[in-house]
């Protein structure tokens, strides 16, 4: 077995378990599916199937970040904000394993999550926040009387990096016009950001100094920065003060 199969199970073997969180159930999920074989073309050898060519993929187009500002201004919801980002022809775009929608999984009800760049899950089921980190955000979510079906879900970028590598100065600029128009049209009372990239992004946090307190902006929202569930798996001593900062959203929420 591969040392990332053997990381798998061991990530996936990590529970929510505070003394002081209600008695939580895990919610079960069903593996992702493995990619159908395909099928022999017709009238060819079914053992020469694997000899399909796959075509080139067209490089890039470049466009200013003015002009892509321009564009994500447009939408006028969610959907078509969706379907705008799914056209883009961003720098990742060509070389992502999957482009499924929905970018952004918009619920609007007060809490939008802000999470970093989609796991190696995430790009295998089209899923935000999927796999062990997903399973565990769940429980989070649960802790505090919610779920996905009354949270939004925002990337910071909309597919995976090579091999997950940190993204690109640019490759984040030319996402962020995008992430904004998304903040605006799911007008948040607080955003909750996941890990270190999403709090320095939005609003200049550093994590490691003001994890779990809450910061109002300018524009209305209250940012509360947490430790993304990944680090909490490998970390699971850190959950404690987690579960200080979503008691704190609770009572934000609560107040609105």
Do not use: C
């Not at 061991?10 to 593996?31: I, K, M, Y």
């Amino acid at each position: 077995m591969s040392y990332n199969a053997l990381m798998d199970l061991n990530l996936a073997g990590v529970r929510w378990e505070l003394t002081d969180t209600p008695n939580l159930v895990g919610q079960n999920r069903a593996p992702a599916q493995s990619p159908a074989t395909p099928a022999p073309l017709a009238g060819g050898d079914p053992a020469r199937t694997s000899a399909i060519v796959v075509p080139p993929i067209a490089p890039a187009t470049t466009v200013s970040l003015d002009t892509v500002r321009a564009m994500a201004s447009r939408p006028n919801d969610m959907s078509a904000l969706n379907r705008m980002i799914g056209e883009f022809n961003h720098p990742l775009r060509t070389a992502a394993t999957n482009t499924t929608l929905p970018f952004v999984a918009s619920n609007p009800n007060g809490l939008v999550i802000l999470t970093d760049i989609p796991s190696s899950d995430d790009d295998a089921t089209g899923k935000i926040l999927s796999g062990a980190s997903g399973e565990l955000m769940d429980k989070m979510l649960a802790a505090i009387g919610m779920s996905r079906e009354n949270v939004s879900i925002v990337p910071m970028l909309f597919w995976r990096t090579p091999g997950g590598r940190s993204p690109l100065r640019a490759e984040l600029d030319m996402a962020r016009p995008f992430v904004d128009r998304a903040l605006e049209l799911l007008n948040p009372r607080v955003i909750l950001t996941l890990g270190t990239l999403p709090a320095m992004e939005i609003a200049g946090i550093n994590l490691a100094k003001a994890h779990g307190k809450p910061i109002a902006q300018e524009n209305g929202y209250i940012i509360m920065p947490i430790f993304h569930p990944n680090y909490l798996i490998l970390k699971p001593a850190a959950k404690r003060e987690v579960w200080t900062a979503l008691q704190n959203v609770q009572n934000i929420l609560k107040n609105a």
